[in-house]
C-alpha cells in the first residue's frame, strides 16, 4: 500500500467531526467555511460590535479591543477570576442581544459542534463554573499583535490552586493538567480591512521556553522566529478553525477596521463532549 502524503497547506470546507479531530492531532492546518454568516448580518453585527459602549481594550494586549472579557484577561489574578465567573453567562447573554433575536455565528457554531461531534458539545466549566464564550474582537488598522499561542492548561497554571477543572482524559495526544488533548481557536470575520490582517500559521508547538515566554509576555518577538509557514486571509463571513497550541498571529491591517467573533474549542477525545469558552 502506498502511503498518501499530507498534502499542503491542508484546507478543508468540511465542519465534521473528521475535521475538528484532525486538526486538533495536526493531520490538517485549518478549517476553512467560506460565507458561514450572511454579509448583511455581518455589517450590522460589526457596526454594533464597534459601537457598543462596553467595548475595551484587552488587558494583556491592548492593540486589540474587545466586548465580553476572555479567559486570557484573567492572567492569574484570582479577583479577575471571580470578575469573570460572575459575568460570564450575562455577557454571553448581552453579546447574543446584539443580533436581536437573530443566531449569532458563535451560537450557530455551537449547534453545529453539538450536532456533528460523537459526544456533543457544551461550555467549559472553569474552576467549577459555566466560561463566557463568544468575544467579539475589533482590531484597529495598522495594529499589530505578537505571535502566541493559546493554551488553557498554562493560564489555569497562572492561579492559585483550586478545583481540577475535569478529569484528564483523552486517547490522541496525552492529557493536560485540564484532561484536554486539543485546542482550537474559531473565528468569524464580521469585517476585514481593505490589505492585510491575514492569519499567520506557524504550524508548530511552541518550544518549552517561548511557551513560558507567552505565558509571561502575551507573544513572542517576530525577528526571533522563522516565517510563518501558512498565511490565509478570510474574505468577510467566513469562518476559521485553526490549532490554537500551535504558534499563530494576525498581520496588521490596512485601511480599515478587523472584526471577529470568536471563541475556543477543547477536546478531550471523542468520548467526552467538546467545550466552548472565550
Ligand atoms: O483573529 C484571528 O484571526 C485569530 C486571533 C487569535 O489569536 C485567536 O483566535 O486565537
Ligand atoms: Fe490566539
Not at 450590522?44 to 492593540?63: F, K
Not at 465567573?85 to 450557530?108: E, G, K, N, Y
Not at 463571513?237 to 480599515?256: E, K, Q, S, W, Y
Given at each position: 500500500?502506498?502511503?498518501?502524503?499530507?498534502?499542503?497547506?491542508?484546507i478543508t470546507?468540511?465542519?465534521?467531526?473528521?475535521g475538528?479531530?484532525?486538526?486538533?492531532?495536526?493531520?490538517?492546518?485549518?478549517?476553512?467555511?467560506?460565507?458561514?454568516?450572511?454579509?448583511?448580518?455581518?455589517?450590522?453585527?460589526?457596526?454594533?460590535?464597534?459601537?457598543?459602549?462596553?467595548?475595551?481594550?484587552?488587558?494583556?494586549?491592548?492593540?486589540?479591543k474587545?466586548?465580553?472579557?476572555?479567559?486570557?484577561?484573567?492572567?492569574?489574578?484570582?479577583q479577575?477570576?471571580?470578575?469573570?465567573?460572575?459575568?460570564?453567562?450575562?455577557?454571553?447573554?448581552?453579546?447574543?442581544?446584539?443580533?436581536?433575536?437573530?443566531?449569532?455565528?458563535?451560537?450557530?457554531?455551537?449547534?453545529?459542534?453539538?450536532?456533528?461531534?460523537?459526544?456533543?458539545?457544551?461550555?467549559?466549566?472553569?474552576?467549577?463554573?459555566?466560561?463566557?464564550?463568544?468575544?467579539?474582537?475589533v482590531?484597529?488598522?495598522?495594529?499589530?499583535?505578537?505571535?502566541?499561542?493559546?493554551?488553557?492548561?498554562?493560564?489555569?497554571?497562572?492561579?492559585?490552586?483550586?478545583?481540577?477543572?475535569?478529569?484528564?482524559?483523552?486517547?490522541?495526544?496525552?492529557?493536560?493538567?485540564?484532561?484536554?488533548?486539543?485546542?482550537?481557536a474559531?473565528n468569524?470575520y464580521?469585517?476585514?480591512?481593505?490589505?492585510g490582517?491575514?492569519?499567520?500559521?506557524?504550524?508548530?508547538?511552541?518550544?518549552?521556553?517561548?511557551?513560558a515566554?507567552?505565558?509571561?509576555?502575551?507573544?513572542?518577538?517576530?525577528e526571533?522566529?522563522?516565517?510563518?509557514k501558512?498565511?490565509?486571509?478570510?474574505a468577510?463571513?467566513?469562518?476559521?478553525?485553526?490549532?490554537?497550541?500551535?504558534?499563530?498571529?494576525?498581520?496588521?491591517?490596512?485601511?480599515?477596521?478587523?472584526v471577529?467573533?470568536?471563541?475556543?474549542?477543547g477536546?478531550?477525545?471523542?468520548?467526552?463532549?467538546?467545550?466552548?469558552?472565550s
Open positions: 500500500m502506498t502511503s498518501m502524503a499530507k498534502t499542503f497547506p491542508a470546507q468540511d465542519l465534521d467531526a473528521r475538528l479531530y484532525d486538526l486538533a492531532a495536526q493531520k490538517i492546518d485549518l478549517i476553512h467555511v467560506p460565507g458561514f454568516c450572511p454579509q448583511d448580518f455581518c455589517a450590522d453585527l460589526a457596526d454594533a460590535v464597534a459601537a457598543h459602549q462596553a467595548l475595551e481594550a484587552y488587558r494583556t494586549q491592548s492593540a486589540l474587545r466586548l465580553g472579557m476572555g479567559f486570557v484577561d484573567v492572567d492569574g489574578d484570582p479577575a477570576l471571580g470578575r469573570y465567573q460572575a459575568q460570564a453567562l450575562a455577557a454571553t447573554r448581552a453579546v447574543r442581544a446584539l443580533a436581536q433575536s437573530r443566531l449569532t455565528p458563535i451560537d450557530h457554531l455551537r449547534l453545529i459542534l453539538d450536532e456533528v461531534w460523537p459526544a456533543g458539545a457544551m461550555i467549559e466549566r472553569i474552576r467549577g463554573a459555566p466560561a463566557f464564550v463568544g468575544a467579539y474582537r482590531i484597529e488598522p495598522g495594529a499589530a499583535m505578537l505571535p502566541h499561542n493559546d493554551r488553557l492548561a498554562r493560564m489555569l497554571a497562572a492561579l492559585p490552586a483550586g478545583a481540577p477543572d475535569v478529569a484528564p482524559e483523552g486517547p490522541e495526544t496525552p492529557p493536560d493538567s485540564c484532561g484536554m488533548t486539543g485546542q482550537l474559531v468569524i464580521l469585517d476585514m480591512p481593505e490589505q490582517g491575514e492569519i499567520e500559521l506557524w504550524l508548530r508547538h511552541p518550544t518549552p521556553e517561548e511557551d515566554r507567552i505565558g509571561a509576555d502575551d507573544g513572542l518577538s517576530r526571533t522566529l522563522e516565517p510563518p501558512l498565511v490565509f486571509r478570510p468577510i463571513g467566513d469562518l476559521l478553525i485553526f490549532n490554537a497550541r500551535l504558534i499563530h498571529n494576525v498581520a496588521p491591517g490596512v485601511g480599515g477596521r478587523r471577529s467573533a470568536s471563541c475556543f474549542i477536546c478531550r477525545g471523542t468520548a467526552r463532549p467538546l467545550t466552548v469558552w
